[in-house]
């Protein structure tokens, strides 16, 4: 089974070389502190700039330990839980399988994927590294977006487990893959809009069809 490895929350810090504040610097939790999921989120933890972070499709952040390994390997240097601006970071589960409509259930918490996390300049700007957008598109190791089925507390070091959306399999991997594509088949955006994917792509794929039909 899964194991939620590690509970992070971030505190408003500025990004480096802006005058501008961030929520992507999250640090661990000890592992007995109970943490409340509210359908907005972590409690306690900071979201900054509320146009693109937030909201309730994309209220938590979760990301892998098999990606942090592989992430370690190629940057080759430990990288702790967190350093993504992950709230949960979850071991036992191959990250770039996981699909739009997974559900990860934490004692009484349930979340549901929603879509792949887009890189942008703020988490290059966290990595110290201007070519890091390129890079982490290319590895196609996103993480996911979820927004919460089932409210609830949770902690560190509880099992996690994880049940497969049982209609078509879009994975985050896939999602990233179209990012920026201004060309995609029309029988791929009707799979995508036939799983409960973020109300934003949502309506982006339900425009382009309309044009096409």
Not at 38 to 54: C, P, S, V, W
Request: charged letters at 25%; hydrophobic letters at 40%; one cysteine or more.
């Amino acid at each position: 089974m899964a194991i939620l490895q590690s509970v992070n929350i971030g505190q408003p810090r500025p990004i480096p070389a802006k005058s501008a504040m961030t929520g992507i610097y999250k640090e661990p939790i000890a592992q007995d502190a109970e943490v409340e999921v509210t359908r907005q989120g972590l409690e306690g933890d900071a979201i900054i700039n509320r146009k693109h972070h937030g909201g309730v499709d994309q209220a938590v952040y979760v990301y892998f330990a098999d990606d942090y390994a592989y992430w370690s390997k190629v940057l080759e240097r430990d990288i702790a839980p967190g350093t993504f601006g992950e709230n949960l970071t979850i071991g036992g589960v191959e990250g770039r399988e996981v699909a739009v409509g997974d559900r990860f259930e934490i004692d009484d918490v349930v979340l549901e994927v929603t879509s792949h996390r887009t890189p942008c300049a703020v988490f290059a700007a966290r990595m110290g590294n201007p070519a890091w957008l390129k890079q982490f598109m290319k590895a196609g190791r996103p993480g996911a977006y979820c927004r919460v089925i089932e409210p609830g507390h949770l902690k560190g070091g509880e099992p996690v487990l994880h049940r497969p959306f049982d209609g078509d399999r879009i994975t985050v991997s896939q999602l990233l893959a179209l990012e920026g594509a201004r060309d995609i088949e029309p029988e791929l955006m009707q799979r995508i809009l036939r799983t409960p994917v973020h109300y934003k792509m949502r309506a982006d794929y339900e425009q382009r069809l309309a044009t096409l039909f």
